[in-house]
């Protein structure tokens, strides 16, 4: 079982940058891909990004494609998400989450979530 907390989100312009962490408990960190998941009111939560558990692949939704960049440290215990050139469309609430298989963008087949952090773009 893994614990996922997410670090403090935030509010930033148009075209700026923020980074969000992912702290694990579990020091099986190693044994999960992880993955970004986003919900905007109103919205159904949808897939941002995955990384599998050695950092070797990736896969992103087409809309963050090219201006999001997922990464782990597995010695620290913690997945990160990079994002880059933000849009108000970003706006939303930004949740890790962990499973012991890749699962891609499948949010059924993920396990483990952490709170949530709200990431606001501002236009």
């Known amino acids: 079982q893994v614990h996922l907390v997410e670090s403090e989100g935030g509010l930033v312009q148009a075209g700026g940058s923020l980074r969000l962490s992912c702290a694990a408990s579990a020091r099986t960190f190693i044994m999960y891909a992880m993955a970004w998941f986003r919900q905007a009111p109103g919205k159904e939560r949808e897939f941002v990004a995955t990384i599998s558990r050695n950092g070797g692949s990736t896969s992103y939704a087409d809309s963050v494609k090219g201006r999001f960049t997922i990464s782990r440290d597995n010695a620290k215990l913690t997945a990160y998400l990079q994002m880059n050139s933000l849009k108000p469309e970003d706006t939303a609430v930004y949740s890790c989450?962990?499973?012991?298989?890749?699962?891609?963008?499948?949010?059924?087949?993920?396990?483990?979530w952490g709170q949530g952090t709200q990431v606001t773009v501002s236009s």
């Open positions: 989450a962990a499973n012991q298989y890749w699962s891609g963008s499948d949010r059924n087949s993920y396990n483990y």
